[in-house]
């Protein structure tokens, strides 16, 4: 566990061998559990239920939500203790009267086919989650609550709209200054710039996964 450690383990010491692109790439099985939860979503909505919840039962809700808690939404802070940058605001810098990304949610997700443009892994928007607590209950599966409470699954992959240049340092609330990032990326890069935490512009990324439309039917 790295919470509250100097070091991240999955981050590692050796600066040389960060990710570039995102604060911290998650593992290679998180491709399998978002298959799994897309097959137990599309159960539910056929209204197979019961076969949906086995489904569900299947996916390592434990580990997902352990890596992101210890390791995934630390990553920047992570990062930047050991890079020791810190770009400091202008005293005049004049904030943005918009700063909640939600209206601009949607027109992002579907630019980057709900595709985390710091890890390129594949995200879902809170509609859906909460859709198919609804479906199968929330003795199953939570949306909403705690780290502690939340499945997994939410934790993991659930879409958010960051802000590249942060809010706090004079970003834009607007479609060019925002990508779609999963809650692991965007948690991780926090308020810090690109530069403190030595990333590279994730506008440039340019992920994309063309099959995928982030569960929206």
């Known amino acids: 566990m790295c919470r509250g450690k100097k070091q991240c383990v999955e981050l590692g010491i050796d600066i040389s061998l960060w990710n570039k692109k995102s604060p911290l790439q998650p593992p290679k099985w998180f491709n399998n559990e978002i ?4 097959i137990a979503f599309e159960l539910a909505l056929q209204n197979k239920i019961r076969e949906s919840i086995d489904v569900l039962s299947k996916i390592r809700d434990l580990d ?4 992101y808690v210890e390791h995934g939404q630390l990553s920047g802070r992570f990062r930047n203790r050991e890079l020791e940058i810190k770009i400091q605001k202008s005293k005049n810098i004049l904030l943005d009267k918009l700063r909640s990304p939600d209206k601009y949610r949607k027109e992002v997700f579907e630019r980057d086919n709900y595709t985390c443009q710091y890890c390129g892994g594949k995200v879902i928007q809170k509609e859906i989650f909460k859709k198919y607590e609804n479906l199968v209950g929330k003795k199953y599966f939570r949306a909403t609550g705690t780290n502690a ?29 925002l990508v779609t990032s999963c809650w692991s990326c965007n948690y991780g890069k926090s308020g810090y710039t690109l530069k403190e935490i030595k990333l590279d512009n994730p506008r440039d990324n340019s992920f994309s996964n063309n099959d995928w439309n982030g569960l929206v039917f």
Do not use: Q, Y
């Open 35 to 38: 298959k799994l939860f897309e």
């Open 64 to 67: 997902l939500r352990s890596w």
């Open 149 to 177: 409470e939340r499945h997994g699954v939410v934790l993991a992959f659930r879409a958010n709209a960051d802000h590249v240049i942060p809010w706090s340092h004079g970003g834009k609330t607007n479609s060019k200054n």
